[in-house]
């Protein structure tokens, strides 16, 4: 089983919202259930609604998760469908929102599913395996401009041209097939000082690809817009991000409702104008050196939390 990141913070910053009576929260990146778990045994009158694209993720989860009965919830969608898929539930109101991003550590984990850079795989990246668009198509199919925006965009990789140029040479003589072939072209492109720093040199390539594959980014805010929609007043949305692109999102979006509306500096702020969310975190948390000691995969998380201290104009 996985070790949820970051848990005991995300359970200090929810515990207000999770502890009421009859409480509702979401887990919009449900995965194996680790936070999710947490949740649910510290708070015995929680419900938990989990949401996840993976079927695997949600029939692994649920038979993690099923002591609890129907405190657990488990919802099959994608972000993108959450306004849609909210109101079903509960009328459609949180007390409390999770959203861990990313890839999962189950994805990771089966190689078969071509997430991971080190392991022999088929070019897939799909976190629903019903969807059309793979890491294969992406990667022999695009021409090379959308290949060098997807990977300087999603990837920030500063080599993306060195890059792109190498794999339409070696796709111009036979397909990509393998994330290890994939990772040896990316490897060979970028210059040797930059292989000295940040991790293996085709993590960023990959995590583009991925985003690409799955359209993460894209359906990030629509998610974020939904929750904080349904969340009730003093209720709590917490969200952990892996890289700057996510992160950037999220601290501009709560960002955005943390400040007062008014044009004008006014003796009394009207109640219309005053923010409707408070920050929780200064900036981002970020992990304790011994949480990255014991769970490497926590190493580039950042935290951020808000409350709803007013509804919605």
Do not use: W
């Not at 207000?16 to 009158?45: I, K, N, Q, W």
């Not at 965009?153 to 190498?166: D, K, L, N």
């Not at 501009?252 to 219309?272: G, Q």
């Amino acid at each position: 089983m996985h070790v949820p990141v970051q848990l005991e913070q995300c359970l200090d910053l929810l515990t207000p919202a999770a502890e009421r009576p009859g409480a509702v929260m979401l887990d919009g990146t449900l995965g194996l259930g680790g936070h999710a778990e947490a949740f649910l045994t510290r708070f015995p009158e929680l419900t938990v609604l989990g949401l996840d694209r993976d079927p695997i993720a949600l029939q692994k989860a649920g038979e993690r998760l099923a002591r609890f009965g129907d405190r657990f919830v488990p919802i099959a969608g994608e972000h993108e469908q959450l306004a849609e898929l909210l109101p079903k539930h509960n009328g459609g109101q949180l007390d409390a929102a999770l959203f861990d991003l990313g890839v999962s550590s189950m994805q990771l984990d089966e190689s078969e599913r071509g997430f991971s850079y080190s392991r022999p795989a088929p070019l897939d990246m799909r976190m629903n395996p019903s969807d059309t668009l793979t890491a294969a198509e992406v990667v022999n199919t695009y021409s090379p401009g959308d290949l060098v925006r997807v990977l300087r965009e999603y990837g920030e990789e500063r080599s993306a041209t060195r890059i792109v140029s190498a794999i339409v040479r070696r796709r111009d003589i036979a397909p990509l097939t393998t994330t290890t072939e994939l990772a040896e072209i990316v490897r060979d492109a970028i210059p040797a000082p930059a292989k000295r720093t940040g991790g293996n040199p085709a993590k960023r390539s990959f995590q583009a690809i991925r985003i690409e594959v799955n359209r993460e980014l894209a359906g990030l805010p629509t998610a974020i817009d939904a929750a904080l929609a349904a969340l009730v007043v003093g209720g709590r949305i917490a969200v952990i991000s892996y890289h700057s692109l996510e992160d950037r999102i999220i601290k501009r979006r709560f960002a955005a409702d943390s400040k007062e509306s008014s044009p004008i500096r006014l003796p009394v702020i009207p109640d219309d104008s005053r923010p409707r969310l408070r920050q929780l975190t200064r900036g981002a948390q970020v992990p304790s050196d011994e949480e990255i000691s014991t769970n490497p995969r926590a190493a580039s998380a950042k935290l951020r939390a808000v409350e709803r201290v007013r509804e919605a104009a």
